[in-house]
């Protein structure tokens, strides 16, 4: 090519090597530029998710749910929460409590930390063996590192062994008072010739669990999950994740922290209400409507956030928790470990041998065996009780005051959600909410019909407006 440019006249272009030390010293210089900074990972958003994470119609939203459910109505002012609140510092807590009360023209109280839950999952991909670290680096706004605490910024790519693993989900709850339910993982997509005499197989392994708050759910063992791709088999994850997991998770936290058990009790009183709070996965808004007997049945109530605005109101995502979980585990790995010397590896084959439906390749097995071995470990490192907090802060549902952390701290009104059970668009014209509008000033809605429940803002699935919306519109 060089000769060809010589014979037309040209002169070809002299290839120069950049220094290593000029390199870091330009990457010093971009990193203290005032308008950008130096990140390893950024992923573009879509206009949907940015019009829905910059909507104050869907922080409105958010804020009239919180303030429908989030307090109880007493018949006398609880003195804890009077002596509280008088002295508390942040003034929105003070003024949230008196606009419910005056509203609901009764005192409240409101819903124990230990009662109000976040579910959401994850789908890191792993392999046998850890993954060294590239030193890339791109240039970002700094004003989108100041904001990843709240934003879903960041993910990790998959790597070179991209065929030598697999993707395993993960599926947590936690709670306000910076607890964790036993995590549940799932391979799911398995073909008939992998899992021929199961749809849906639940592997049950003792040790795999994570200890946190001092609360131990579920007798210290933990789940696998393994489910065919047939349809239908997500929304049959969720429905044994509700009966198996969150129910019981919650009736073991009225036993740890209020003493009461409530197998023993026909009826949990009011003042133990919980609160769970999920994504619009139509899996899961599926799984919430054939297990909605049974939740009402133990005094939960389900609330929905805002569709495409979960990185800013989903506790998990507003939490450093799935960034850490993502980071650390490439790094980690049981390879070199054989079985006799780690008691999580026997388990483990011992368990998934007792289960002969399962015929999945052997470099398939071994990377969930070498997952299952490293995950507890990983989560561990990130489910502390501090990073759990700061998802249940950044989104408003508890304040950050420690001698208190229990009330929401919101500077909004929401006293019309009551009585439609979720804040409809004609509801925010009537009171004058500005619209949404994407980049260009165009004006964007959400007027998704009661099928759609997924792509609607907010709501309380238990609430009677929003059921009778959905049976009206099933017959």
């Not at 005056?102 to 109280?109: F, G, S």
Request: charged share 25%; hydrophobic share 35%.
């Amino acid at each position: 090519q060089d000769n060809r440019i010589r014979r037309s006249g040209g002169v070809p272009l002299a290839s120069h090597t950049v220094s290593t030390r000029t390199v870091k010293n330009y990457k010093t210089e971009l990193a203290f530029h005032s308008k950008t900074s130096m990140t390893q990972k950024a992923i573009p958003k879509s206009q949907s998710r940015e019009v829905a994470e910059r909507s104050f119609r869907g922080a409105f939203g958010l804020a009239c749910m919180i303030g429908s459910t989030h307090f109880i109505p007493v018949d006398k002012e609880d003195p804890d929460v009077r002596r509280e609140l008088a002295n508390c510092k942040n003034p929105d807590t003070r003024m949230l409590y008196d606009i419910v009360t005056e509203v609901r023209q009764t005192p409240v109280v409101p819903v124990k930390t230990h009662l109000i839950t976040s579910t959401d999952e994850t789908n890191p991909y792993h392999f046998v063996g850890s993954a060294k670290e590239e030193d890339k680096h791109k240039i970002v706004l700094a004003d989108s590192v100041r904001q990843s605490g709240s934003y879903a910024c960041w993910v990790r790519d998959d790597n070179s062994k991209a065929f030598s693993g697999t993707r395993i989900n993960t599926t947590l709850t936690t709670t306000a008072a910076r607890t964790l339910f036993q995590p549940v993982f799932c391979v799911a997509g398995l073909n008939e010739r992998e899992m021929p005499n199961h749809e849906f197989l639940v592997v049950k392994v003792p040790g795999l669990c994570v200890s946190s708050g001092g609360v131990l759910v579920g007798e210290g063992c933990g789940y696998v999950l393994f489910t065919r791709d047939t349809p239908g088999a997500k929304q049959e994850k969720f429905q044994w994740y509700h009966e198996t997991v969150l129910v019981p998770g919650i009736n073991h936290h009225r036993l740890e922290f209020d003493e009461f058990d409530a197998s023993l009790n026909s009826e949990i009183p009011e003042e133990l209400r919980a609160v769970c709070y999920s994504d619009g996965d139509p899996a899961q808004v599926a799984a919430f409507d054939s297990t909605l007997e049974m939740l009402s049945a133990n005094k939960i109530m389900n609330n929905k956030q805002n569709a495409s605005r979960s990185a800013v109101e989903q506790g998990l995502d507003c939490c450093p928790i799935f960034k850490i979980y993502q980071a650390e585990l490439p790094k980690r790995t049981a390879k070199y470990r054989p079985p006799e010397r780690c008691p999580m590896k026997r388990k483990i084959r011992k368990a998934m041998r007792k289960e002969a439906g399962l015929k999945m390749a052997p470099s398939k097995t071994e990377a969930i065996e070498d997952f299952l071995c490293v995950a507890g470990d990983v989560l561990a490192k990130a489910c502390t009780p501090h990073n759990i907090g700061l998802g249940f802060e950044e989104n408003g549902q508890i304040d950050r005051e420690l001698e208190l952390g229990r009330y929401p701290s919101l500077n909004a009104i929401f006293a019309t959600f009551d009585e439609f059970g979720e804040c409809l668009d004609e509801r925010h014209d009537q009171m004058n909410i500005p619209n949404d509008v994407d980049r260009d000033g165009n004006v964007v809605r959400r007027e998704a019909g009661i099928n759609q429940i997924h792509m609607k803002r907010c709501l309380c699935y238990n609430h009677v407006c929003t059921r009778l919306r959905s049976e009206n519109s099933t017959n």
